[in-house]
């Protein structure tokens, strides 16, 4: 094999005794890539470089940051712009009030709209502001969702053993990190998903004291689980008739699965909405929003939201133009990219039945994830944790990236289709993955 890594090699090397983990996150080091990530350079559409100049079609595009792929000209062009006359000032601005009208006419609840950076922090701002507008204590979470890395949502979030699950009585309730503040989770109720009976027995044993149920519309830190059949529905339903806010997270799924997200797609009307990744388009701009009696307790720091990067004036520039080419022609790019997802998915699907490969394709529309597993399908957190082989995923993944193919090598996470993906990608990407599931089958025979 043709292929050289010895720049991300020697780059890890000097991240040794200087970084943790080669970088940033853990998610981006050797716990999922083995011995070494690979050190990205330059980005271009759907093509990512390497440091040695090796050249990978990418599915994973920036955990999903990057609706347009890498450096679409609107977008290069508007935070250059915009970064030529001074990159922040902390002030109100006008592009923060064109980018809310824009988030106000594409996300039916969102009647106010306050920018923040990053999905953790829309949460944490959505939470403050549900218990400070029903004053109550506590919130529902549940199995396998992620709501980012603030201490009160850190419970669950991460995969646990077959063992775990087999012996559970009751929810699972897993602490996912050292450190937390001893408190920080006493008023965190986790429950099972896409159970609508244990919502309702969660609901009735804490009678007047849950503030906000927070979901996923999409469950897309576990592979992707859609949610069952009207079960958003009757969520939405309970919270209502209990006084309980409903946060609907669309970090992931805001302007990706449709315009205004799940909420569109699955009509639903959630009193507040948490939006990142896609809305800042590879910058770091994050939103919540939602009915406006309720973001009115934000005013005169009532429910306190500071934060110096508010609203950053590139971000939202790049924001903007992203909104703009995603909604132009009548939201054209949503058609784009489902259909070339469904080509993907169909297509690695043919291919894993043809090797008699036990794997499924699971998702909705562009978010999906390949899952090693022998069942026909993956419903709830419990299932991913017994049933869902994610080494035999990481082989996978690490295998395509020798063929030019980079998504994510972590079973939790899933491949994300953009507007710059093309038919051709998906052809190659079919192609390399018969090649990396050869070379599997050949290392192990
Ligand atoms: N909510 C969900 C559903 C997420 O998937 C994530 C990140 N993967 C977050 C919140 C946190 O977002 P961020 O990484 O921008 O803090």
Redesign the pocket.
Known sequence: MSRRTEKSKQLYQRTLNLLIEGGSSSSRGPLNYGEYPLFMQRGSGSRLYDADGNEYIDWMMG???LPLGHAHPDVARAIADAASNGAHFATATEIEVEVAEMLRALVPNAERVRFA???????MAALRLARGYTGRPKIIKFEG?????YDDVLVSSNPVTATVVEQASGSIRVVDSLGLNQHALEDTIVVPWNDLEALRRAIENHPGQIAAIIT?GVM??MGVIPPAEVYLQGLEKLARRNGILFIL?????GFRIAPGGCQQYYKLSPDLV?L??ALGCGL?V?AFAGRAEIMQALAWGGVLHYGTHNASRIGLHAARASLRKLTENHCAAFQHIWRVAERLRSGLVEIFQKRHVSAIVQGVGPMFQVMFTERKAIRDFREFCRYVDRKAYQRFVLKLFEFGVYATPAAT?HWIVTLAHTDADVDLTLAAAEKALDAIAGAES
Do not use: I, R, S
């Not at 950076?117 to 949460?123: F, K, L, P």
């Not at 969702?145 to 890395?149: F, K, N, T, V």
């Open positions: 955990f999903g940051a950076n990053t999905g953790t922090e829309a949460v969702h992620y709501h980012g890395w996923e897309a830190n997270d669309e970090t992931v799924t948490t990142g990744k770091p994050a996470l």
